[in-house]
DNA sequence: TATGAATGAGTCTTCATTCAT
DNA sequence: AATGAATGAAGACTCATTCAT
């Protein structure tokens, strides 16, 4: 009977946990982890400074707790997407696919990256977290290739170019900073280049 | 009574506001603009804390100050390079000479430039610097390209991919975290996707 | 609307009240009152944090009643031994059992007298008690004395002596600090002096 | 020439480090260690919070600076006596000399002690003060009977005795709580005491 | 009664900036 | 011009006490 009672105790426990996770994580990852102090955090979690303290050990635990539950899904989302579902034989398709799964999170994740990525110098667990999806992206793009039988010389090496390919024009597309761009040509550019890489 | 920051003009004042800047704007290109203090600034550059404020309006005039003065050096020395010593005819070699002058000042660069970052989206005046550039560096880059007599389609797109994926490979290489990655054949690969791109 | 502090009659909260004041008391003799928080006590007691505030009105009325219940018995041992058994015709004797009774208890209060102290200054009721007791047990060894017809001039003066010397005497056998110390001549040394004192 | 500037300066600062010791020692000693804090000193010292933190590392460290400073002044005033100005030959006087002593700075030592003794259970570098001391002053006031050619056994225990009694015998002249004591009768007993020790 | 989550005032400490010298 | 001591606002974190359930 306790335990029924304490149920819902426990989902808004949890339920204010998550909030003050999501109030954080978006502070910094917009202004920055030294804009952001636990005031404005619990301010934006709707709750009181005190009780930041009672779920986290400090400042830096909220924004790892965040990292944890939304890096994945900001930074590399595309680590979810399920490689078997591409048909390689159909390059061009595939890759406008990946661009466009790239390009729907990545002005947040962008946003968010430049303002962690700092972090990642004094502070080995963040660097860790990136170095380890750097390393898990890789492995993943490549296992599309090699699930759909293609077969070339330095795959690694190709995939590693073509992330980084598929990043920079996502970034330009998605900034459009530079007026003289056509993006339609650049991603053509992009996806034949590709197609070259792995002929 | 106005502040009045202090132009100087004597041979030493000079020399102990670009001592100040030095000082400042390594430190916090090493560990960051929050963790850096004016102490440690002033410690560094020999100088006492108040005379700082005689020639700096504050803090984040040191790091601006620094910005414009080893800014181009650190993050775009090849803006400095003189583009009528190519001889695109050779693409081969000068892609492998500008990725040697990439990779030369890289390393400094890019511990720079992530300790830098956040500070874009927080203050417009880093942002139009770090804008201005990359636009100087692409019309750089597309000059040698004109001036050799390149006519390719989509020039300004082609170069962006190509500093891209030269400033990716020099990342890669410079860091070289990944062990299961060629370096080598990488920077072949690069060198072949790019001549293809200008093809 | 005033806020009630519930005397508790049923046998179960009178014992949950008993254990809050047991861990709060001991817990504040350990480690000190400022030592101590409300949760730590809580836990021990087995209770939640919120219930305490049923029974006490703040945390020194937690310590307070530790101290009516525990202090007689932790501080003034004494006070409890009827002293019609003594026969001071064998003062030496009676003495030796006094010395007992005082070591047997006088550790953990004199750890918890010291963590106590304190208060005594910042809390007036705090002070009241002890020299409530001191007094008690000035009144109380000189009733033994004047029990058993000892007639010396200044009963008063020479018990008050009497006790400290005890009380130093104890203090010194419990944490022996003093490697060049020979307890058992210095309890007889003690003992001798006793005795002169109230020939 | 630096120098010669210079020097008022330090003066000036070593001056307001001590204001600070002196300011929180005082209020630390008198209303105790958690009763006080920051702010508090600093107005005491009639300084700023910040400069605070400039000569000490923390409040913990201004109270141990404190305590290095004032502490043997303040509890063990006896340690700075020439034990050669003594002649025990004459005791009796010898004592109302040391008493005397005792006296004139037990006040507000009691008091400081009181709030400090708790610290000593929490606190090693406290408690080794407070235990270097007290045998110093055992081994002071021994030798004082040593090189006045006192030869009893068990000298240790004696003084160890003799400054309890002394001690106790001070406190209750000072605070004289209870008003049914004649206390040059006490002091006179306890000399006599002394005495027969010594015999 | 009982729980334990929640509050928020209070504390220590840091640091960009100012000021007396 | 120069020093470095001084300022004080701001931030992270604690904890006695209250409150919704």
């Known amino acids: ?3 029924v009672i304490r149920v819902p105790k426990q989902k808004r426990a949890i339920e204010k946990k998550e909030k003050i996770i999501d109030a954080g994580f978006k502070l910094i990852c917009e202004n920055g982890y030294y804009n952001t102090n636990t005031a404005e955090i619990a301010k934006k979690a709707g709750v009181s400074t005190g009780i930041v303290y009672q779920y986290f050990k400090d400042k830096y635990d909220i924004f790892m707790e965040g990292l944890k539950k939304y890096g994945d899904e900001i930074f590399f ?6 490689y ?7 390059l061009e398709n595939t890759l406008k696919d990946i661009i ?3 390009i729907k999170n990545h002005k947040v994740s962008k946003t968010a990256h430049e303002e962690i990525t700092a972090m990642i110098h004094s502070n080995q ?3 860790n977290y990136f170095y380890d999806r750097e390393l898990l992206l890789s492995e993943h793009i490549t296992n599309i290739f090699l699930e759909n039988n293609y077969k070339v010389d330095h795959l690694n090496e190709k995939v590693h170019i073509m992330i980084g ?3 920079n024009l996502c970034h330009e597309i998605i900034y459009h900073k530079h007026d003289n761009m056509d993006y339609d040509a650049m991603t053509d550019i992009v996806i034949k280049n590709i197609e070259y890489l792995f002929k």
Chains 1, 2, 3, 4 share one sequence.
């Open 1 to 3: 009977m306790e335990e």
């Open 165 to 167: 390919m598929i990043d």
């Open 84 to 90: 078997k579902k591409y048909n390689l034989n159909d």
């Open 125 to 127: 667990e963040v660097a």
């Open 100 to 102: 466009k799964t790239f």
């Open 77 to 82: 989302p595309i680590l979810k997407i399920d």
